[in-house]
């Protein structure tokens, strides 16, 4: 199947700082967030919707002219309209069973719910797969055309999400649907990326089909129509990578690719496939970069730590613009990096003159630029790491993995070996060997001083 991380914009939106996918379609992109803390309470009756008192209604919502839709915790995993009921009690919020399932969550507790404020584009097909809700006895046959029928209506311009589940009644049986595709209208053609068909609004022009499960009991499903084949979008290059997943990704996208020109520029009628010598997690951040330029963002960036592997990419593509940033990345890195060392003195000189220089396992880092964004303030590392080894309090600080990303960005060079005995030691006692041991695992792009050998002859 598809790699999911190039057309699900919900879980990259972070990596795009939120900018990048403009619209966020499907998802929907936040105004704002109205959060409250509500307890789950069991609402017998199968509803696809969720009940709370009409004093937190009015407080939470407001008044909204349409029915609201609300999800939990801070991801929108899931969208349910909200009604006012006088029957449940202040502070809690009823959902029935097959909703409770879909929020995952339990009752008594209570859990954060916030309200929706996206819009959902309108889905050409929607794809579920039906079962009985209780085990039957005897077989049984159903009608797809009926159930098909009474899905639309009970999921009339509903927001549906993919694999959520439902509770529906036909021709005397409960059954539950469980949506198993929701395939977005066809775009303009002027989009730049895929539609996501992760969630979408069900409209009279939404063709409902059906799947059979039967793993609960023997029944047939009868007068299912096979689903046609929606034909294969033209502008569309299906990229392979070398594990073997497969992004399906626009040709306008991909025209700054100059390996990929034959395949751009091919106009028969069968979609082009290329496989590219990347994994899917390479391939993904080019195409944040693709998407970021083509969108006209500014200044586009990328992270050092990938520098090299996406300079590869952008070679291996012909994609100037990325191999361009690469190596300006890369370059800086060479050109801020003092090969020949740093001598001790150096560093309580320029420490005295307002610069803050940090010794970590031998390594020299200028952190004077990021001092007013660290998280713990702009002052407790100058009053507590300057001109001493500071080795402990990275690792009693700043232990995980996540922290050693941003030392390379800060790395001007090594001391000289010959002033390694002149470094203070910390007042907090020396730092673990196993911790030095990870470190320098990490730190592979470490430069250390060669002594010069003076040959006599």
């Not at 029957?87 to 209570?110: H, K, Q, W």
């Not at 609004?201 to 059979?212: D, G, H, I």
């Not at 084949?229 to 033209?234: F, I, L, S």
Request: proline share 5%.
């Amino acid at each position: 199947m598809p790699w999911q991380a190039h057309n699900a914009k919900v879980e990259r939106k972070q990596r795009l700082a939120g900018v990048v996918q403009g619209s966020d379609n499907g998802t929907g992109a936040m105004k704002r967030r109205r959060t409250v803390s509500l307890v789950v309470v069991e609402y017998k009756e199968e509803r696809r919707c969720a009940f709370v008192h009409p004093s937190t209604f009015a407080s939470w919502i407001g008044d909204a002219s349409e029915r609201p839709l609300i999800y939990a915790r801070s991801h929108p995993q899931l969208l349910v309209p909200v009604v006012a009921d006088s029957s449940i009690r202040v502070g809690n919020i009823a959902l029935s069973e097959s909703m409770r399932i879909n929020f995952e969550v339990v009752t008594d507790v209570p859990f954060g719910w916030s309200m929706w404020e996206g819009e959902a584009n309108v889905l050409a097909e929607l794809v579920v797969d039906v079962r009985p809700r209780h085990a039957q006895v005897a077989a049984f046959s159903a009608n797809a055309q009926r159930i098909a029928s009474e899905i639309g209506k009970v999921l009339f311009m509903a927001c549906v999400t993919l694999h959520e589940i439902f509770v529906f009644y036909c021709d005397g049986t409960e059954f539950v649907g469980r949506v198993s595709e929701a395939v977005e209208e066809e775009d303009d053609g002027d989009a730049l990326t895929m539609p996501d068909n992760f969630r979408g609004r069900v409209e009279p022009s939404t063709q409902v089909l059906l799947t059979q499960d039967s793993t609960r009991g023997s029944w047939n499903l009868l007068n299912n129509p096979k689903r046609s084949e929606r034909p294969m979008r033209a502008n569309v290059i299906d990229v392979i990578c070398s594990d073997d997943e497969w992004f399906p990704v626009k040709k306008k996208l991909l025209q700054p690719c100059i390996a990929l020109t034959k395949h751009v520029l091919d106009d028969s009628s069968v979609r082009p496939k290329v496989k590219v010598d990347m994994d899917c997690c390479l391939f993904d951040r080019v195409l944040l970069y693709l998407e970021q330029e083509a969108k006209g963002m500014g200044d586009v960036t990328i992270d050092p730590e990938h520098a090299v592997a996406l300079l590869n990419a952008a070679q291996k593509l012909k994609l100037r613009g990325l191999e361009d940033l690469a190596l300006a990345i890369l370059g800086e890195f060479e050109s801020r990096v003092r090969p020949e060392g740093i001598r001790w003195k150096e560093v309580i000189r320029r420490n005295g003159d307002g610069e803050t220089l940090l010794c970590i396992d031998g390594m020299i880092f200028d952190v004077t630029r990021w001092l007013p964004e660290h998280p713990g303030g702009s002052t407790i590392i100058p009053n507590q790491a300057k001109n001493k080894d500071s080795t402990v309090f990275f690792e009693l600080f700043h232990s995980s993995r996540a922290s050693f990303v941003y030392l390379k960005q800060f790395y001007i060079g090594d001391l000289v070996p010959d002033d390694r005995c002149k470094v203070p030691p910390a007042s907090k006692g020396n730092p673990s060997d196993a911790f030095k041991d990870v470190l320098r695992e990490y730190c592979t792009w470490r430069v250390y001083p060669v002594d010069k050998v003076h040959k006599s002859f």
